[in-house]
């Protein structure tokens, strides 16, 4: 059995990361394949609200989504037992938790700013405030209910921007701390930990890129249920698997998976601003700049790390050499 007191040292083990996307890939897609053969796609809202059985069939779905946004943190809880593995070796709670408070929501502002700003900096849109940019699209696009509801909302609402704003920042933490801790814990805490000598940046795209593919069964649900299309749908898990490094640096640099749990919570809850806050453009066009957005904030990370992983480097080698 492995030493318990030196197990957050320990250098990374590769088995336990395969074991952990073994068992929770197994039970989490084998039950949405089961659903999906069983039930067929998922109802729209309004065909569920006319048929008992589409109820039904929508409720089995919301059932799956909600066991998939904890299902690895309870693998990883499970799996950590078993082998005695304390839960700080995955950044529960870490070593500054507290940053999951400032430094989540100043990142996923900087990320909401940029995805606002780059459409504009295109000339594809521009500066409005109003939301009524907002209504337009939804107009062209033939959702004339979202549209209206939308409307009557920002006629009672002078300043739909900073109240987004404000509320998205404190929802956001809130339901990141609640909600996106069960899925972090195991790709930030455990897969992030265990797949270590891959390197900073490659460790976190490849988290990124196996929780965006975690996701996939939720997003062919709301496809099939006309609540978005298949591009925007591909734009937003790209942007989620590109996620995955500005994740591990905020793993990283606060020892502390709460930190990037708080920061997907305040980044999904953010992601209606751009839209509220310029006028112009599609929604294709929205989702491809909060795209940019994320690499743009990615590649900036890894330009500003790269000395200090240098530097480490450089006392590693010192070291072994002062050993020798």
Known sequence: MADVSREPDAPPQPR???RFLAWTFGIGWGLALLLGLALGPAPDADTAELSPTAGL????YAALGLLMLVLPAVVTVVLTRRAAVPLPRYGLPGDAPGAAAWLAPMVALVLSGLATLLPVIAGVAEFDLRGTGEVERLG??????????????????PAPVPRRI??????GVTLGLLVALGTELGWRGLLLTELGQLGP???????GAIAA???????????????TDWSGAVLRLTAYALLGIVLAWARTATASVLTPAALVGTWATLGGVPALA?????HLQLEVARLAAVAIVAVALLIVTRPRRAEARDRA???????R
């Open 16 to 18: 336990r990361a395969w």
């Open 57 to 60: 069939v929508r409720g089995a």
């Open 140 to 157: 062209a696009e033939g959702r004339f209910v979202e549209a209206l509801e939308l409307k009557l909302d920002l006629e009672e609402d």
């Open 166 to 171: 404000a509320s998205g920042l404190l929802l």
């Open 201 to 207: 940046a490659w460790t976190g795209l490849v988290c």
């Open 213 to 227: 593919v975690w996701c996939a069964p939720l997003v062919w649900v709301a496809v099939a249920a006309g609540e």
């Open 278 to 282: 310029i006028s112009g453009g599609t």
């Open 317 to 323: 080698r010192t070291g072994a050499a002062h050993v």
